[in-house]
């Protein structure tokens, strides 16, 4: 097979940079797209709010990956947070796929999240699950996939949309990253079990699912969830990270309710200061509740399976244990 030219938005993050690094790998011709000045001559520079510069961007592209956004973080909350998500995560990718589109791209692949759909219950969720996004950072999710779905058969073009679980390993900076710290630091409180299930995907089975789709014909015109089946409740995940870390286990819980009142003095306490503390209301409960999905579509059609366990993924990013992280 010839090589490909390939575009990858957000290049320089977390997952597109492990993404630009495979294909590579393959043989493709990695085109990086950032809205920053990059060195190298496959290096384009354009804003996902300037069409012309998204024309230019995919121009000769036969494969685009979107993988910039902006991203759902604790602390991105308020009427600012919300316009940014609105223009970035959805108004810029129907930019980019607009672009994409006009330019005779083939093949499209856009990574959304699971905050597309409303919380989960009890019980895994799949891509039928009807609750509607309770966030600014999901709805522009949402809406964006809807662009994306929209411009295949309008432009001819093969695309997917990508519902990624929480995405860890080496280098991610997220919410686990923030745990990791708090750990270290002392301050984050052993949690207590509440039998609550959360699912989370190691980055190298988030390239493999985004490399699967874009060659496989019968992920034209298809959402799907890409996370790790064997999900882990707040307590497991706390005490996989503390051996990750090269802690010793403890056995001390923290009840919920004290949790519960610890993060309503946080979130008061964030109001106080006009910024959210790291353990506020909206924290706690992502930490007690449950947030797991199911893998089983793309498992079933596109034989697509999360390769790395969850103590191989905290081992090998949490390596360096707490001495990086300022213990």
Known sequence: MA????LVTGATGFIGSRLATALEARGEHVRRMSRLALPGASAVRADLLDPDALDRACR?????FHC?????VFDSRGDTAALRHR???FAGTANLVDAAGRQGVRGFVFLSSVKA???PGAAPVDETWSALPETA?????RAAEHAVLAAGPRFGMRVTNLRLAMVYGPGSRGNLERMARGICAGWFPPLPETGAKRSLVH?????????????????AGKTYIV???RSCSGRELYDALRAALGLAPVRLRCPAGVLRFGGEIGHWLGKLRHRPVPLDRAAVERLLGPESYSPALIERELGWRARVSLQQGLQETFAAGCAERGR
């Open 203 to 219: 980055v190298d089975d988030v390239v493999a699912a985004m490399l699967l789709v874009a060659d496989d014909a019968r992920a």
């Open 137 to 141: 950072y999901g709805r522009a999710k």
């Open 3 to 6: 090589a490909r030219t390939v």
């Open 87 to 89: 223009d970035v995560n």
């Open 68 to 72: 910039a956004g902006h991203a759902h």
């Open 117 to 119: 759909m409303g919380a």
């Open 227 to 229: 996370a790790d089946p």
């Open 60 to 64: 000769g592209v036969e494969l685009v």
